[in-house]
């Protein structure tokens, strides 16, 4: 039990200092599969999976069982780790699909999205977290440097629209199999 016991502690620690120290460096020297543009797609994987796996280690250590019973706040929690898939999964179809350059806008688009969505439910799991210490002890760990991250802007949107309301390559392969009338 003592062996275990410790690793667990172990693990925590690591993602503590995992959290903080790409917050702080805002995961610039995580190693990455990817190079280019995408590489900074994956790194924010990592550095929100680390802050993830912390917050939730310490809502069960803090919390418990009533974590369960704070609907709100355990939804939170799925709502991070959904957004944290829905990214990966954008990658993996991206990569999938041969990298087609003329698609970045809408990885790109919905990357940032979903990483500000993520960031979004960390600060409000956080702000809502009943032990207050707590949760400001892990909003140094999370946010070292504040909320970093913002929604997509408003001509990369453009961007996205251009490509799905013509008729683009782009369009094809997200409406492939969608029913079209001629």
């Known amino acids: 039990f003592d062996t275990l016991l410790f690793k667990h502690i ?7 200092a995992r959290s903080l120290i790409m917050g702080l460096t805002l995961s610039r020297f995580t190693n990455v599969p990817a190079h280019g543009w995408k590489r900074r797609y994956y790194q924010r994987v990592n550095r929100y999976s680390a802050s993830f796996a912390l917050v939730s280690d310490v809502s069960m250590l803090v919390l418990g069982g009533t974590l369960k019973r704070k609907e709100l706040l355990s939804a939170r929690l799925g709502d991070i780790l959904s957004n944290l898939y829905l990214v990966s999964m954008v990658l993996k179809h991206y990569e999938d699909q041969g990298t087609p350059h003329a698609d970045r806008p809408v990885v790109e688009w919905a990357c940032r999205h979903l990483f500000y969505r993520t ?16 949760a400001a002890g892990l909003r140094l760990l999370v946010f070292p440097r504040g909320r970093t991250f913002s929604s997509p ?3 990369l949107g453009q961007q996205l629209v251009e490509l799905i309301i013509n008729p683009t390559q782009t369009r094809e392969r997200i409406c492939g199999d969608i029913y079209k009338k001629v």
């Open 153 to 155: 802007s408003d001509e």
């Open 119 to 134: 960031q979004e439910q960390l600060h409000s799991f956080l702000r809502n977290f009943p032990n207050r210490w707590v």
């Open 10 to 16: 172990g693990y925590a620690v690591s993602n503590a």
